[in-house]
């Protein structure tokens, strides 16, 4: 079976192994991850060292309900980083073909390609990534659409910029599917913590593919932190919408040309990616380019100022 290669923002590793410098020196800008990402608090030992328990579970399942106003005849159920829901999705449907408009986050393919599915524009099976990666476009999918499909699968990894495009309202049927995770917003890519939203047997089903104990004991308790912080989700909104008008200003002054995106990372037309990268590169700031396109680069937020001073004085500006 061929191997499905998937494109992804980071390797950051590989970058040094080819310009050099170390870790510390470099400014990864070539995610979505929230660069002020929420303060980690201090976890009780017993959550490192004892099994994941049900109790701290529902904490983190009521926590989740409440800050995304799930309705109350949709069930969540959460897993490792949403790449593991991801890989699971495929097996709630047999094998036919899927709609999954391009360009847009790649993994979805590769873990329907790799469960034996083909893609198919005119299928009534949909992935739709809300707002989309990297182009930021927004879904628009009607109550008709949904109640049509066999199985819409609806991915919010960039959505609680934005919580009132959220579609958790229509997640109430097993046929549709939100997906939700704690590493773009909250910058908590590390915690691997994700979510997925629908009717009860949809994710009692979900439950059975990923096994138990998908969540760790540490996840489950920051994550509950993380969720019932409204004051900090607040004020990140409102710093990441500044921070991302600041970022199209610098890619204006330098020549580039605004794509779309969303208030955590742009995507700008330029006249050369490899070219730009290259230029950032050497002075230790990581970006995103894309197989599919020579000029499109994708940038995402600096965090300290001096990081934002260096990214404008790499771009000679």
């Excluded at 061929?2 to 192994?17: E, Q, S, Y």
């Excluded at 069930?75 to 999954?100: E, F, N, R, Y």
């Excluded at 997925?196 to 760790?216: E, N, Y």
Aim: charge should be negative; hydrophobic fraction near 40%.
């Amino acid at each position: 079976m061929t191997r499905n290669v998937k494109d992804h923002g980071g390797g950051l590793d590989a970058a040094i192994a080819k310009y050099g410098g170390t870790r510390a020196e470099w400014i990864d800008l070539s995610t979505g991850i929230n660069p002020n990402s929420y303060p980690i608090p201090n976890v009780p030992a017993h959550f490192w060292q004892d099994l994941p328990d049900e109790t701290a579970q529902q904490t983190l399942l009521s926590a989740a309900r409440v800050f995304w106003n799930v309705p109350d005849d949709a069930d969540i159920v959460a897993c490792a980083g949403l790449s593991q829901m991801i890989a699971a999705l495929p097996l709630l449907h047999p094998t036919a073909t899927v709609q999954i408009n391009k360009p847009t986050y790649n993994e979805h393919e590769a873990a329907f390609r790799t469960n034996g599915w083909d893609i198919d524009e005119a299928s009534n099976i949909r992935v739709v990534v809300h707002p989309n990666n990297p182009d930021g476009r927004q879904a628009s999918l009607s109550s008709t659409d949904l109640a049509q499909s066999p199985l819409t699968i609806i991915d919010e990894s960039f959505c609680d910029t934005q919580p009132d495009m959220t579609y958790i309202g229509k997640a109430t049927t097993p046929n549709v599917v939100v997906l939700k995770g704690l590493g773009k917003f909250w910058g908590l890519a590390g915690l691997r913590l994700g979510f997925a939203i629908s009717h009860k047997d949809t994710t009692d089903r979900l439950r059975d593919f990923i096994g138990p104990w998908a969540v760790s004991g540490p996840a489950q308790f920051i994550g509950a932190q993380a969720l019932s912080d409204t004051n900090w989700s607040d004020a990140s909104r409102a710093r990441l919408q500044s921070d991302s008008k600041r970022l199209d200003d610098i890619a204006h002054r330098a020549g580039f040309e605004l794509v779309g995106g969303t208030d955590l990372f742009r995507l700008y037309n330029t006249p050369s990616a490899s070219h730009v990268q290259d230029q950032l590169a050497q002075n230790f700031i990581w970006s995103r380019r894309f197989p599919y396109s020579k000029t499109w680069l994708r940038l995402g937020l600096a965090g300290p100022e001096s990081h934002w001073q260096r990214l404008a004085a790499a771009l000679d500006i």
